[in-house]
Every structure is written in structure tokens, then in C-alpha cells.
């Protein structure tokens, strides 16, 4: 089942269950207590039946061009790992002088690295414009597997995650890390939260990074989740340690796609994400100056 959060005509905000690719059955959250958002339906002991109960009979069926699809976000954290594919490191390898050894180690210790990605004021859903630093000369969308996790720490569901970094301010130093990935418009999320009735297809599942400047594809690239090190579960573990998830989080999984060394996004530029089974994350890319 695909959920989404969305904003109708009136202004009115409401969630959805997506049946195809472009019939959105609204959903009635009034009918039950205590369940007012999708974070509601998506900590729920049974999402997906409660969303199946939860659809408005009596409401017309909606196609996405007559809503404003939001981010499937309301009050949960983002966090995101970092150096689980190998392009990653090899990439992050080359752009630190100093820093080379530490995301060499990280790709194969225990223990991943993860760190603190976004509040929810900071995420742009589908259209939306995600940001690039005024201060940064070389910055990069990273496609990425979000994982939906529920307060007790479970994997809920599934969505498009987009990683904005600035690569010349964390390849400088990788302690300005927080400075290179956490600012305004930093993160994309959406359009859609798949709840998956079965295990995922790791390697069946691509993930492609499409990037258009002027009509014209600028950068296209794609790799899939078989190329991740980590497995699911083995993140979230590392994220839950001493670490309670008050209202859930999204956590963003790394990314396998990095464009080359001398591609760095434009304002207007439009970044393209697509996931096999959830959908397509379309953002427009602004840079002040
Ligand atoms: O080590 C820095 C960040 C890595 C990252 O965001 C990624 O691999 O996706
Ligand atoms: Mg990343």
C-alpha cells in the first residue's frame, strides 16, 4: 500500500491511499481517536489496515494533478547513514585531503555512520525547492532509500529520500559535516510512503538520479539497493542505541549515485529521483546570489 499527504483545492490537509499510479483515495481520520495525521497512521500497531478502514467512502476518487502533493512528513525526525555503497566512499575518499582513512573505515566497522539529517521544516516534498548553500561552489543531490520507522523502532514503510550536500564543505573538513548537509530546503522526501505487504526485492529495486539544466539532461546515473552494504535492520539497530524515537524518523540509507567531480548543481536546475515500486521525487533547485 502507497500512502501519501497531500493539500486539496481548499486548503485542507488530508492523506490518501495512492491505488495505481494516480488514484488517490482520501482517507477519513476523523473516524478513530487520537489519528489526525499520516505520522498517526504510520505509528499505528496495523497501518495498512487502518488505512484501509480509514478510506472515505462517500469522497471522490482524486488524481494528483488536482491535489498538492506534501511531504509524507509531519513531526518525525530525519536522520540519515552515510558510506554504505561503494561509490560513496570511493567518492568521499577523493574529496577529502584530511579525511580520506575515516570514510575508509566507516564503510567496512561495525558500527555505520549515521548523523542528524533534518527537522521537518527543513524538507521539500515533490516540487518543492530543495536548496544549495550560497557559500558552497560544488554541491550534489544524493538519491536515497528513506526508511520509515515507528516509535518502537520498527521499519514501517518506504520513500524517496534526497541527501543534499555541499562536497566542498565537507570534503574541506569532516567536521563541518552538519554544515554541509543541515540548512534550509537540505532535504526531499515523498511523493509517496510505500508500506510494503512483503519483503522488498533489494536487488530488483533501482534507484535513479536524473538532473536537467535548460531542458537538457545534465547528469543521469542509477545503482540499486543491492549495492548496499547495510541491511536494514542493521541501521536501524545503530539508530535506536541509547536513542529513543519520540514520533518516529525517517532514516535516509546513503547514497550509490554521485555525479562526476566536476558536476556541482545550478539554481534551476531540477533534481529527479525514482524508486522502483514507491515513485518519483521532482524538486527544482535554487541558489541565492
Ligand atoms: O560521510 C558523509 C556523508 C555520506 C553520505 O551522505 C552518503 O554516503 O550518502
Ligand atoms: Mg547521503
Known amino acids: 500500500m502507497r500512502l501519501a499527504k497531500l493539500r486539496l483545492a481548499d486548503g485542507s490537509i488530508r ?5 495505481n499510479d494516480d488514484r488517490l483515495r482520501l482517507l477519513d481520520l476523523l473516524q478513530v481517536d487520537h489519528t489526525r495525521s499520516l505520522m498517526d497512521i504510520l505509528n499505528a500497531p ?28 509531519d513531526r518525525q525526525e530525519v536522520w540519515a547513514a552515510g558510506v554504505t555503497y561503494k561509490r560513496s566512499q570511493v567518492a568521499r575518499m577523493q574529496e577529502s585531503e ?67 550536500s555541499a562536497r566542498d564543505i565537507e570534503g574541506e573538513n569532516p567536521l563541518y559535516l552538519p554544515q554541509a548537509k543541515v540548512y534550509n530546503q537540505c532535504c526531499g522526501l515523498g511523493p509517496y510512503v510505500l508500506i510494503p505487504e512483503e519483503p522488498i526485492d533489494r536487488p530488483a529495486t533501482k534507484i535513479r538520479l536524473t538532473i536537467t539544466r535548460a531542458g537538457a539532461t545534465a547528469f543521469t546515473g542509477e545503482t540499486d539497493l543491492g549495492q548496499m552494504k547495510r541491511e536494514f535492520i542493521e541501521l536501524i539497530e545503530w539508530l535506536v542505541r541509547e536513542n529513543d524515537l519520540v514520533t518516529g524518523a525517517f532514516l535516509l540509507t546513503g547514497t550509490g549515485v554521485v555525479p562526476p567531480d566536476n558536476f556541482t548543481l545550478q539554481n534551476n536546475d531540477s533534481v529527479s529521483i525514482e524508486i522502483t515500486g514507491i515513485g518519483t521525487l521532482t524538486n527544482p533547485i535554487v541558489k541565492a546570489g
Not at 15 to 19: M, R, S
Not at 123 to 133: I, S, Y
Request: net charge negative; charged share 20%; proline share 11%.
Open 15 to 19: 492523506v490518501a491511499v495512492v491505488e
Open 46 to 73: 496495523d497501518p495498512i489496515g487502518l488505512a484501509k478502514f480509514l478510506i472515505d467512502q462517500q469522497a471522490p476518487v482524486l488524481s494528483a494533478s488536482q491535489v498538492e502533493l506534501l511531504a509524507p512528513i
Open 98 to 164: 584530511t579525511g580520506a582513512s575515516h570514510y575508509d573505515r566507516v564503510y567496512t566497522a561495525p558500527r555505520p555512520e549515521i548523523f542528524f539529517k533534518a527537522t521537518p521544516n527543513r524538507v521539500a516534498g515533490p516540487g518543492q525547492p530543495l536548496r544549495v548553500r550560497a557559500d558552497s561552489g560544488w554541491s550534489v543531490p544524493e538519491p536515497e532509500l528513506a526508511l520509515v520507522i515507528n516509535p518502537a523502532g520498527k521499519l514501517v514503510g518506504f520513500t524517496v529520500g534526497n541527501d543534499m
